[in-house]
């Protein structure tokens, strides 16, 4: 009997031949029932499903082996041949690099030391300010991504302060709940929230804080599931922080389905397979012995894997659920089709199928943030990295309904500012998310997806006309300003998206005035105070020019402790604390 378990994490990927969701017809199901089957995975719980696992025995000596589902996914056992020596210099595979494992570097003939770090991340740099006479609409997607705020936790954890490439401040502002008041009616998905505080960085100037609430599904009305998890088990994904925290976040989604739902499971490695036909939500302990089944070994057939994904989740597909494909990967993908730009086009093509995919990153080494965000930005998708169990509990557990039932999608944002009001304005974050102003009204435009009782929440460092300027004021131009509907407009804030599934666009707008102003910063919302402290020092790792000198770190914690507010999790406590971490790192690096 053969068994992924039995091959050794360094071999060649032993799956064969790319499947689909049909190949495993003959493999038996259980009779529909409401009855929770549940339970630990072990070598004779999973035995029943046809999987095969190794366990330590009661005494803790011998293993134990059980189950032959793998025969169907998995080509006669070889020996495994040794790693090759990598090479000095590693080119890059259409825009990653190439490797099995963490690359060496060469110290000498045929000799490595050090792992070399090869993470990737997206060159994005931070925002300009414009001048409102020459600019005065803004207009972007909207991001609740999360991935970058846990990603560079984990460098502060480890005492490092994270690559400036890294920080998206708009992820690390939108990783809090800043209690927004929900929409009314489910009729209108969104309720559009304003603030106007002074800003704490920069004297003179103001911060326009935009925050948009989505409604939340009743559990009783949430939709059913058909979920593809997509897990990578290729040879980089051998550690600790990678494939068995895959294993034990997957583990606390499994814990929040319902009979309704249904959940299939492919892998990918050096080529892809399907290892669990459409299963019950109910039907636990043999979802949870699939996952757990999985070892890491081989090369990294991530384009193979997506489109196996996709067309499982698309012979599942069901207008009445949420058919969503859940890819979990450091990604790495260094064979069959790595180029950013080729995957871009494949995802971006799927979304059309009304497919959702949602991308979940682990490790690090070789952890590829720009692959990461190139599938979820094109695949009407969600990213977020999972540095530990409380993340995945955070994710797939507090945050269930947001991270799965989609509410609105290709969600967008346009501001237009006043000019007899303001002189010059910035926006804070969302560089990969920009789009251009006729872009706003354009549904075949591609925009971000917001899930139920989701935030959004967006930044504007403004200056007020008569404040002072980045930039001299022109000797020679006229500033014309139009009609404006009401002198105490600063600017006016509009709203498109789409119902799920739906194709025309739908508008929403609130024009921010004077009555949102707050008297001085210490008068501003909590909720306002606590988010200019996660973006200043989302803006302090990445070096942004716009602090003052005398804004430091010192000031952040102050800002950040002064506006914890009730705290039920303790994510806000934690954020001091990183921000402790990020000036302890900080210091050492002068």
């Known amino acids: 009997m053969?068994?992924?378990?039995?091959?050794?994490?360094?071999?060649?990927?032993?799956?064969?031949?790319?499947?689909?969701?049909?190949?495993?017809?003959?493999?038996?199901?259980?009779?529909?029932?409401?009855?929770?089957?549940?339970?630990?995975?072990?070598?004779?719980?999973?035995?029943?499903?046809?999987?095969?696992?190794?366990?330590?025995?009661?005494?803790?000596?011998?293993?134990?082996?059980?189950?032959?589902?793998?025969?169907?996914?998995?080509?006669?056992?070889?020996?495994?041949?040794?790693?090759?020596?990598?090479?000095?210099?590693?080119?890059?595979?259409?825009?990653?690099?190439?490797?099995?494992?963490?690359?060496?570097?060469?110290?000498?003939?045929?000799?490595?030391?050090?792992?070399?770090?090869?993470?990737?991340?997206?060159?994005?740099?931070?925002?300009?300010?414009?001048?409102?006479?020459?600019?005065?609409?803004?207009?972007?997607?909207?991001?609740?991504?999360?991935?970058?705020?846990?990603?560079?936790?984990?460098?502060?954890?480890?005492?490092?302060?994270?690559?400036?490439?890294?920080?998206?401040?708009?992820?690390?502002?939108?990783?809090?709940?800043?209690?927004?008041?929900?929409?009314?009616?489910?009729?209108?998905?969104?309720?559009?929230?304003?603030?106007?505080?002074?800003?704490?960085?920069?004297?003179?100037?103001?911060?326009?804080?935009?925050?948009?609430?989505?409604?939340?599904?009743?559990?009783?009305?949430?939709?059913?599931?058909?979920?593809?998890?997509?897990?990578?088990?290729?040879?980089?994904?051998?550690?600790?922080?990678?494939?068995?925290?895959?294993?034990?976040?997957?583990?606390?989604?499994?814990?929040?389905?319902?009979?309704?739902?249904?959940?299939?499971?492919?892998?990918?490695?050096?080529?892809?397979?399907?290892?669990?036909?459409?299963?019950?939500?109910?039907?636990?302990?043999?979802?949870r012995c699939a996952v757990d089944a999985m070892r890491a070994g081989g090369s990294t057939a991530g384009g193979e894997g997506l489109a196996l994904a996709y067309a499982m989740a698309e012979e599942g597909f069901d207008d009445a659920k949420v058919n969503r494909v859940i890819l979990m990967t450091d990604g790495d993908f260094n064979v069959g089709i790595a180029d950013p730009e080729k995957l871009e086009d494949f995802v971006a093509e799927k979304r059309e199928t009304g497919v959702y995919l949602s991308v979940y990153g682990f490790g690090r080494g070789n952890y590829n943030d720009v692959m990461m965000q190139t599938l979820s930005q094109s695949g009407n998708g969600t990213a977020a990295y999972i540095d530990t169990l409380d993340e995945a509990n955070k994710l797939f557990r507090d945050d269930f309904s947001g991270s799965l039932f989609p509410i609105a999608d290709d969600v967008k944002i346009q501001v237009e500012f006043n000019p007899d009001r303001v002189a010059e304005y910035r926006l804070i974050g969302y560089e990969t998310r920009l789009l251009n102003r006729e872009d706003f009204n354009n549904d075949q435009v591609d925009a971000g997806e917001v899930g139920a009782g989701a935030s959004v929440t967006a930044l504007y460092e403004i200056t007020p006309v008569g404040g002072p300027l980045s930039a001299d004021p022109l000797r020679y131009q006229k500033v014309s300003t139009g009609p404006v509907a009401a002198s105490d407009e600063i600017a006016f804030v509009k709203v498109r998206y789409k119902l799920p599934g739906g194709d025309t666009s739908i508008l929403i707008d609130r024009a921010i005035t004077d009555a949102d102003r707050s008297a001085g910063l210490d008068e501003a919302p909590e909720a306002t105070r606590f988010a200019l402290s996660v973006a200043a020092y989302g803006q302090k790792l990445r070096g942004d020019p716009w602090l003052a000198p005398e804004f430091g770190w010192n000031q952040i914690v102050a800002l950040a402790k002064g506006a914890r507010g009730e705290d039920e999790f303790g994510l806000r406590a934690e954020f001091v604390k990183l921000a402790r971490a990020a000036s302890t790192a900080d210091s050492v690096n002068e």
């Open 2 to 287: 053969i068994s992924l378990l039995s091959v050794p994490v360094n071999t060649v990927c032993m799956l064969s031949v790319l499947l689909s969701a049909t190949a495993l017809a003959g493999v038996p199901a259980f009779a529909a029932t409401d009855e929770v089957i549940d339970g630990l995975p072990s070598a004779r719980a999973c035995a029943q499903f046809g999987y095969d696992r190794m366990d330590q025995d009661e005494e803790g000596g011998s293993r134990t082996r059980s189950g032959g589902f793998f025969q169907k996914l998995i080509s006669p056992r070889t020996a495994s041949p040794p790693l090759p020596a990598p090479p000095a210099n590693s080119a890059p595979v259409g825009g990653v690099v190439s490797q099995d494992t963490m690359a060496m570097e060469a110290v000498g003939d045929g000799v490595y030391d050090q792992p070399v770090d090869t993470e990737r991340y997206p060159d994005a740099t931070s925002n300009p300010i414009k001048q409102v006479a020459d600019d005065p609409v803004s207009t972007f997607s909207i991001d609740v991504d999360t991935a970058s705020y846990a990603n560079v936790r984990r460098f502060l954890n480890d005492g490092h302060l994270p690559p400036r490439d890294a920080v998206r401040v708009e992820e690390l502002v939108n990783y809090f709940d800043y209690g927004y008041a929900p929409p009314a009616s489910p009729d209108t998905p969104f309720a559009i929230h304003a603030a106007l505080a002074p800003s704490p960085w920069a004297p003179g100037k103001e911060i326009i804080h935009i925050g948009l609430q989505g409604y939340d599904i009743a559990a009783d009305a949430r939709p059913p599931l058909n979920l593809v998890f997509l897990m990578d088990v290729s040879g980089s994904m051998d550690d600790p922080t990678k494939l068995p925290l895959v294993q034990k976040a997957l583990n606390v989604l499994i814990d929040q389905l319902r009979p309704e739902d249904s959940v299939s499971i492919a892998v990918y490695a050096g080529a892809a397979g399907a290892v669990l036909p459409p299963t019950a939500g109910n039907q636990k302990l043999k979802i």
